[in-house]
């Protein structure tokens, strides 16, 4: 694990239970989110058939967005680098026979190649530099199998951070965290996938859709493995 995961990994820990806690119902009023989750979904089962249909939440922090996935008929595993997350996610959701949570590394997922038919990755990429960035579109193009489906968001911009800048945090809900919140233009986000091994299948924007949500422009990528990852 990187020196600046470790750094991810420990302000997460400090901040997991309120996390978890302030962003309990938050999908309630996440309307485009819930139909993107829903059209992920379906684009997973409609490309496999019986066990196959395993994905992963790639960042899953307390869960809520893999419990919605499961609801959806999808067996998912969270992977998350805060064991303190992961235990929320534990704590709040199961024993659940299609959710399990386990600690892991965006950079070095614990799965095979080519082991899941999908996977998504909600704002878990915007604490990484650009180059790390890029390593994790491959490592998760190793692991999704041709055919599976990745759903990727980031932030691309707000007052006073446009792309390419980072807003920092030494303070969170009076922790001590130390994060780097990096604003990330969604065509680099593009040509980063397409590099790994991606198509594109579809590109939305909006901005804040909750008063609890950070006031940013935000980017979401829809999009479909199609080669074999790129050689290390």
Do not use: N
């Not at 806690?21 to 379906?42: H, P, S, V």
């Amino acid at each position: 694990m990187s020196a600046q995961e470790l750094v991810i990994r420990a302000s997460y820990d400090a901040v997991a239970s309120r996390y978890a806690e302030e962003f309990a119902d938050d999908l309630a009023d996440k309307i485009l989110d819930r139909a993107l989750l829903a059209a992920f979904a379906e684009t997973v089962r409609r490309t496999t058939t019986g066990d196959g249909s395993c994905v992963a939440d790639l960042g899953c922090g307390p869960g809520y967005e893999a419990r919605q996935l499961a609801g959806l008929g999808l067996d998912v595993i969270g992977i998350d680098l805060s064991p303190a997350m992961i235990t929320e996610a534990q704590r709040r959701h199961m024993p659940h026979r299609r959710l399990d949570f386990r600690v892991g590394s965006l950079l070095a997922l614990p799965f095979a190649d080519a082991a899941l038919a999908g996977a998504i990755a909600l704002y878990s990429v915007i604490h990484l530099p650009r180059e790390e960035r890029a390593l994790i579109y491959k490592e998760i193009a190793r692991v999704v199998r041709p055919g599976g489906s990745l759903l990727i968001s980031v932030h691309t911009s707000a007052a006073e951070f446009p792309p390419g800048s980072i807003r920092h945090m030494d303070q969170w809900w009076d922790h001590t965290v130390s994060l780097d919140g990096h604003f990330i233009d969604a065509d680099e986000v593009l040509a980063g996938l397409l590099e790994a091994g991606f198509t594109i299948d579809a590109r939305l924007e909006r901005g804040p859709s909750t008063a609890r949500e950070f006031p940013s422009r935000r980017a979401y990528l829809l999009a479909t493995r199609h080669t074999a990852p790129p050689a290390p």
